[in-house]
T-cell receptor
Framework: GDSVTQMEGPVTLSEEAFLTINCTYT??????LFWYVQYPGEGLQLLLK?????DKGSNKGFEATYRKETTSFHLEKGSVQVSDSAVYFC????????????FGSGTKLNVKP | DTGVSQNPRHKITKRGQNVTFRCDPI?????LYWYRQTLGQGPEFLTY????????KSRLLSDRFSAERPKGSFSTLEIQRTEQGDSAMYLC?????????????FGPGTRLTVL
């Protein structure tokens, strides 16, 4: 079945550091891949997405590239800010499975000034 | 604001009581999903509606759980005879009219605490 595995946290970085959060997936079909972010006390927000192999999703300085050969969708940001502190979830959906989402367990990011 | 509202936002109940949650997606898209998120975990799929029809239910959805979408707009999720293990955040999600079919926008959730 479909599943998502992402690196465990928490990840603690200083402001302006480089961020990578690893995400790998298993899927039987041709999934779309997503990163969602959950800020403290708030709901899930779509951060970026990619719908096919080699697509790059980007938003707010974050990027992730859909790598079919390595079944990965790692999240990166060149210079994090304190305001990026949140929990990040990698997810996939597949039209063959009613587009329901499979989420990773989340990675908490703490950015210190 | 994702355009999906959920009520109540918080619910505290005693074990054995019944609870009902409501989800109102603004766009009344034909697809609507329910997920459950426990502490420290990602959301897990519970059930899916296309219009009024409940097309898929997760094995997580025991016979104490029932979901409806009577007019293809709002949806309700009821838990009967609640147990402490039901304590979680219950999330509703739906696409927006005009958004790609694989995108889902999540409501703020209903946090259930079973004492």
């Amino acid at each position: 079945g479909d599943s998502v595995t992402q690196m465990e946290g928490p990840v603690t970085l200083s402001e302006e550091a480089f961020l990578t959060i690893n995400c790998t997936y298993t899927a039987t079909g041709y999934p779309s891949l997503f990163w969602y972010v959950q800020y403290p006390g708030e709901g899930l927000q779509l951060l970026l997405k990619a719908t096919k192999a080699d697509d790059k999703g980007s938003n707010k300085g974050f990027e992730a590239t859909y790598r079919k050969e390595t079944t990965s969708f790692h999240l990166e940001k060149g210079s994090v800010q304190v305001s990026d502190s949140a929990v990040y979830f990698c997810a996939l959906s597949d039209l063959a499975n009613f587009n329901k989402f499979y989420f990773g367990s989340g990675t908490k990011l703490n950015v210190k000034p | 604001d994702t355009g999906v509202s959920q009520n109540p936002r918080h619910k505290i109940t005693k074990r054995g009581q019944n609870v009902t949650f409501r989800c109102d997606p603004i766009s009344e898209h034909n697809r609507l999903y329910w997920y459950r998120q426990t502490l420290g975990q990602g959301p897990e799929f519970l059930t899916y509606f296309q219009n009024e029809a409940q097309l898929e239910k997760s094995r997580l959805l025991s016979d104490r759980f029932s979901a409806e979408r009577p007019k293809g707009s709002f949806s309700t999720l009821e838990i009967q005879r609640t147990e402490q293990g039901d304590s979680a955040m219950y999330l509703c999600a739906s696409p927006w009219d005009g958004s790609p079919p694989n995108e889902q926008f999540f409501g703020p959730g209903t946090r259930l605490t079973v004492l």
